[in-house]
């Protein structure tokens, strides 16, 4: 079973601030990784897929890289709508796993 | 509208059973596989199960295996999972979700909540 470890756990910014949030996974997923961001009180919604491509109606703001292990979701200026829990999983085999998320606080 | 609308939460005791439904509407169900997803409050997401659009195909977490049973009826544009022995750890808000065209999470109902105890 595969395993995503997002770090940090917590990313404590302020408005307008660059984020850099990580996922690592226990063994090569090639470039089959999404990215979601959850709100308090939503449900999920899905930002990046495939590593890198961003989805319907996702702003440019946001973007993702990496391939195999490593992968990287950057909010280029954090709006206070960007602030929320972000989570990355893959799609490789089964189970399907996400990761533990990142929560994305306002300093 | 495109969504998906959960329903069949509520309390249960252990031991005890329920069944989930998340109806679709705007788009044509029978050709997209579905999830269930679950998230005990405050915590993260885990998936729980998914089945095939002709539900051919149906996979299953090791923590729910033989005591969920997902399926759903094509014709009514609906998603079930039955949940039988439910356990205290099972208690979480189970979210449905489509597979979409680029074969990740792209539509997500608002959740139901299940609540095991006594």
């Known amino acids: 079973e595969i395993v995503l470890t997002q770090s940090p756990a917590t990313l404590s910014l302020s408005p307008g601030e660059r984020a850099t949030l990580s996922c690592r996974a226990s063994q090569s997923v090639t470039n089959s990784l999404a990215w979601y961001q959850q709100k308090p009180g939503q449900a999920p919604r899905l930002l990046i897929y495939?590593?890198?491509n961003r989805a319907t109606g996702i702003p440019a703001k946001f973007s993702g890289s990496g391939s195999g292990t490593d992968f990287t979701l950057t909010i280029s200026s954090l709006e206070p709508e960007d602030f929320a829990v972000y989570y990355c999983?893959?799609?490789?085999?089964?189970?399907?796993?996400f990761g533990g998320g990142t929560k994305v606080e306002i300093k | 509208e495109v969504q998906l609308l959960e329903s069949g939460g509520g309390l249960v005791q252990p031991g005890g059973s329920l069944k989930l439904s998340c109806a679709a509407s705007?788009?044509?169900?029978?050709?997209?596989?579905m999830r269930w997803v679950r998230q005990v409050p405050g915590k993260g997401l885990e998936w729980v199960s998914a089945?095939?659009?002709?539900?051919?195909?149906?996979h299953y977490a090791d923590s729910v295996k033989g005591r969920f049973t997902i399926s759903r009826d094509n014709s009514k544009n609906t998603l079930f999972l039955q949940m039988d022995s439910l356990r205290a750890e099972d208690t979480a808000l189970y979210y449905c979700?489509?597979?979409?065209?680029?074969?990740?999470?792209?539509?997500w109902g608002q959740g139901t909540l299940v609540t095991v105890s006594s």
């Open positions: 999983q893959h799609r490789d085999n089964w189970p399907l796993i």
């Open positions: 495939d590593a890198s």
């Open positions: 089945i095939s659009g002709g539900s051919h195909t149906t």
């Open positions: 705007g788009f044509d169900f029978s050709i997209y596989s």
């Open positions: 979700a489509r597979r979409g065209i680029h074969l990740w999470f792209d539509l």
